[in-house]
Nanobody, 116 residues
Framework: QVQLVESGGGLVQPGGSLRLSCAASGSIFSSRAMGWYRQAPGKRRELVAAIFSSGSTNYADSVKGRFTISRDDAKNTVYLYLQMNSLKPEDTAVYYC????????WGQGTQVTVSS
């Protein structure tokens, strides 16, 4: 059974920090590259950070130097994290975790709002 559960979002002032967590349950995730995506109102969903099973990472230019992705692979669950620092109002979005390749199932996401 496959399950993706994101948490850790909230309201934060500009310049603040948040740490998002994701539990990706199912053996299908264990060897796959995983990513954090976000979707702001009226915009397309975008990939902001990715991490491979080797631990190597990639970031969108808009978050490079501010966000850090990490993962912890357990037996049938991949725990994915996104440390977000120096947050900006344009980071406001619903954040999702998902494999970086095609995948039909999405979790509910977690809302991040950056506002004073």
């Amino acid at each position: 059974q496959v399950q993706l559960v994101e948490s850790g979002g909230g309201l934060v002032q500009p310049g603040g920090s948040l740490r998002l967590s994701c539990a990706a349950s199912g053996s299908i995730f264990s060897s796959r590259a995983m990513g954090w995506y976000r979707q702001a109102p009226g915009k397309r969903r975008e990939l902001v950070a990715a991490i491979f099973s080797s631990g190597s990472t990639n970031y969108a230019d808009s978050v490079k130097g501010r966000f850090t992705i990490s993962r912890d692979d357990a037996k049938n669950t991949v725990y994915l994290y996104l440390q977000m620092n120096s947050l900006k109002p344009e980071d406001t979005a619903v954040y999702y975790c998902n494999p970086t390749g095609p995948f039909d199932y999405w979790g509910q996401g977690t809302q991040v709002t950056v506002s004073s």
